[in-house]
Each structure stands twice: as C-alpha cells, then as structure tokens.
C-alpha cells in the first residue's frame, strides 16, 4: 500500500476482465469510445501497453477509471491517457483524491510525461482534480470542432444551414441513383471497413496528408462494435462514401470518412452526414460533433462543415503532468506549436 492510499483509504488496482470495465465505461454518462476497452485494444496493436485502472474507496465503490497508454521512449516513459480520467458520481466529490492516487499508483520517474486527454468527457471533479495536483492545460488551435444542437429538431437545423448546402443536399435528396445505408450486419461492416480503407488511402495520396491511423488495426474493432455507426452511400452500385461515427450518451461524433472522386460531383457527403443528423436525433443524443476542424490545413472539409453549423466548441486542452518543471514545459511547449 502506497502513502497516498494509507493517506485517503483510496487503493488503485487494474481491472483486467475487458467485459466488466466496459460495463463500468459504459454506465457512466462521460463514457465514450476512448475510455472502452476497444480503443485500448487498438493502441496495444499499436505498440502502447495498456492498463485498465479503477480507482476503488474503503467500500469498495469504483470513484474513477483510467486507461493508460505507455511509451517507452528511451529511459523516459510517455502515459497517455484518453477519455479520461473518467469519475463515477460519488468520485466526483473526490476528484483530487482520486488523481493523486493514480499518480501515486503510476510512481512517475523524472523523465517520463504524464498525458491527460478527456476527448470531451471531462467533468467539473476531474478538471479540478488535474488542477489541484499540478497538470498544466495546453489549449492548441487544432483542439477545436463544430457542433449541432440536435434537441433543436431538424426543420430547425436544416433552416440554420447555409443556402448551398442546403442545395446540395436537395440535389443528393433527388438523385433516386444515390442511396444511404446503416449497416449493421457484421460482415457487411467489415466490407464496407476494406472499401473504407482503400479510398482513405487513395484520399491521403490525393490530398498529401498523412495520419498515424491504422486501418487495419482497427478494422475488426470498428465492425464489431455497435457504438460505432456506419453508412455507405452508393450511386447505383458503386460504393462512393463510407461514414463512420461513435455514439456515446449524449453525443453522437463524426470519426472518419472516405470517398471516390465521384462523391464530389453527387453530394454523397451532404447525404451521409444529414443521415448522422437524423439518426442523432433518434438515438436521443444532444450533440452530433464534427469529430474536429482544421480551417489553415484542411480548408475544403472546414468549409463543408461550416456549411452546416457555425457553433464552434473546445475540445478542451490536453493536460500534462512531469515530475520535472522542464519536462512538463519542453513537452508544452512542442504540443502548443
């Protein structure tokens, strides 16, 4: 038992059993796919090691839970940890509490970096939980997204677009060529995942950007996961669009997209996403999040996007915490650029 345990009767201990921590992830109202088991899953694949950490009181209630992403990067360790750190209602009242012992249970060396990202899930405990036991926030312009007020209703939203997108997606609406589906079949979703792939591939090349997304990696998490939603537009038979979205408690958001050349020309994009708009409303979410901007180094999604919403939010900062002041300011000062 560590100091900070004897201290606040808190103990930390890793939760191995995959169904039960996404239970847990899933039952609270901040839980998104950054914090389930999946995504951990997905990063090990990408060479992180990952532990599920619950953060258990004296009666043995859960108050928080992390997954953290280790690094090795030489004799420095890089922890990220995403979604999170994610507290239950009666950790909400213990928020510091319950960071210091996850500190305390991670027992940071001098070099390594400690990376808090709450990818929208962050709550007022945790926020203060970070600040009171020293994270610095590091806000970035690129930490920036759109959203749609989905309890407005959809004749609502439609009004509030811009005039030309509202013309293309009447014209998508027309074209009785071009049709949406939700897919739900798991082996459908893992075709519609390879078409996917092949043209995000094909539209990096096209674009000249690049990303450290892994579709392969992901591909049966993807497809196997209900919470991720995925459509298919297609123009007769050809496949010309693949959405895919996440959907938590309130927020329905907007991951990943890829297309032909023809989804230019036939507005498949307008169709697909005012498809996600619908389906928010249905499940019941407040927000359907744009998933992120990036107005100076993506203009033509930037403006697609603005098309529909002007609401522009924070996706908060990333919060970075070091044993060393210099390794928390070197690392803030690389991420702010």
């Known amino acids: 038992m560590t100091k900070t ?9 890793a939760l ?39 953060v258990v009181d004296e009666d043995g209630d859960i108050l928080g839970l992390a997954q953290a992403q280790t690094r090795c990067r030489g004799p420095a360790r890089q922890i ?18 319950v960071v210091r012992a996850l500190l305390a249970h991670l027992a940071l060396g001098s070099l390594d970096l400690l990376v808090a990202d709450f990818n929208r899930a ?9 600040l009171a036991a020293g994270f610095r926030p590091v806000a970035t312009a690129g930490r920036h997204t759109l959203e749609v007020d989905l309890t407005r209703g959809l004749d609502a939203i439609l009004a509030g677009t811009d005039p030309r997108w509202r013309q293309r997606l009447r014209k998508a609406q027309r074209n009785a060529d071009l049709t949406v589906r939700f897919l739900d079949d798991p ?50 038979e050809e496949r010309c669009l693949v959405r895919i979205a996440h959907l938590s408690r309130d927020r329905f958001t907007d991951f990943f997209t890829a297309s032909t050349e023809r989804a230019k ?4 994009a307008h169709l697909a996403v005012w498809s996600f708009i619908r389906r928010g409303v249905e499940e019941g979410c407040r927000v359907f999040d744009f998933g ?19 609401d522009v939010a924070s996706s908060g900062p990333l919060w970075l915490f070091g044993r060393h002041r210099l390794v928390t300011a070197a690392a803030g000062a690389v991420l702010a650029r």
């Open 292 to 310: 992120g901007i990036d107005p100076a180094g993506n203009r033509g999604v930037f403006d697609f996007k603005r098309g529909l919403t002007r």
């Open 122 to 130: 962050e709550s007022p405990g945790a926020v203060l939980g970070l």
């Open 16 to 54: 191995v059993d995959v169904p039960t921590w996404d239970e847990t992830v899933w039952s609270q109202p901040r839980g998104t796919i950054f914090s389930a088991a999946g995504w951990g899953t997905y990063k090990a694949r990408r060479g992180a090691a990952i532990e599920r950490l619950a």
């Open 187 to 236: 082996a459908e979703r893992l075709d519609a995942f390879d078409a996917f792939a092949a043209m995000y591939a094909a539209l990096k090349i096209r674009k000249g950007f690049s990303n450290d997304f892994d579709p392969a990696a992901y591909r049966d998490l993807a497809a196997n996961d209900p919470r991720h939603v995925m459509l298919e537009v297609r123009e007769g």
């Open 80 to 97: 990220y940890i995403q979604g999170g750190p994610l507290l239950t209602d009666k950790g909400e009242r213990q928020g510091e509490a």
């Open 265 to 268: 020309t036939n507005a498949a």
């Open 5 to 13: 345990e004897r201290e606040t009767g808190l103990r930390v201990s």
